[in-house]
């Protein structure tokens, strides 16, 4: 029997968001809390700090599954560990190479994003200015990656961290 899986039961999606300023984090997180409300959102000061939090999902275990993100929306410029660095971590790990990964950037330059999509990114978005840009983007952007896409994706292996 071919039963549809019933939504209802299934926890609500992860999406993860990294940026280095404390503003943008909190403007997210306003825009999740008030008008994204179907999404669980984490933010993140950093790729070291995303990178760590990942690597703690025991591995091989049931709940490792529901607590990876089913999106992962990354700031180019970061101090420490910026962007492209943390997407050639994420890209190169067997346990979480199938999440995509959006690069949300403040830059234009087409040298930078073409690295970018070299190094794995699956899309990479101009950093919106203004509530209602970003609400806009960041609601498109879930609904193609999260809703649309997420349930396309090859099932995504527990992180297995030796």
């Known amino acids: 029997m071919n039963?549809?899986?019933d939504v209802s039961t299934q926890p609500?999606?992860?999406?993860?968001?990294v940026d280095?300023?404390?503003?943008?984090?909190f403007l997210v997180q306003q825009i999740?809390?008030?008008f994204l409300t179907q999404y669980r959102v984490a933010l993140f000061p950093g790729g070291d700090a995303l990178l760590t939090h990942l690597r703690q999902i025991p591995a091989r275990s049931p709940e490792a599954e529901a607590s990876?993100?089913?999106?992962?929306?990354?700031?180019?410029?970061?101090?420490?560990l910026d962007?492209?660095?943390?997407?050639?971590?994420?890209?190169?790990?067997?346990?979480l190479k199938n999440?995509?990964?959006?690069?949300?950037?403040?830059?234009s330059s087409a040298e930078e994003i073409r690295a970018c999509y070299e190094a794995g990114a699956n899309s990479c978005?101009?950093?919106?200015?203004?509530i209602e840009a970003m609400q806009q983007l960041l609601g498109l952007t879930c609904h193609y990656w999260v809703d649309t896409n997420w349930q396309l994706v090859p099932a995504v292996s527990s992180p297995n961290h030796s």
């Open 125 to 130: 978005l101009p950093k919106p200015i203004g």
């Open 12 to 17: 609500s999606p992860r999406v993860y968001i």
């Open 20 to 25: 280095d300023t404390a503003d943008y984090r």
């Open 3 to 5: 039963k549809k899986a």
């Open 68 to 80: 990876l993100p089913a999106l992962i929306l990354l700031d180019l410029h970061m101090p420490y």
């Open 83 to 95: 962007g492209k660095q943390t997407l050639a971590q994420l890209k190169d790990d067997p346990a």
């Open 32 to 34: 999740f809390d008030r």
């Open 99 to 107: 999440i995509p990964v959006v690069i949300v950037t403040s830059s």
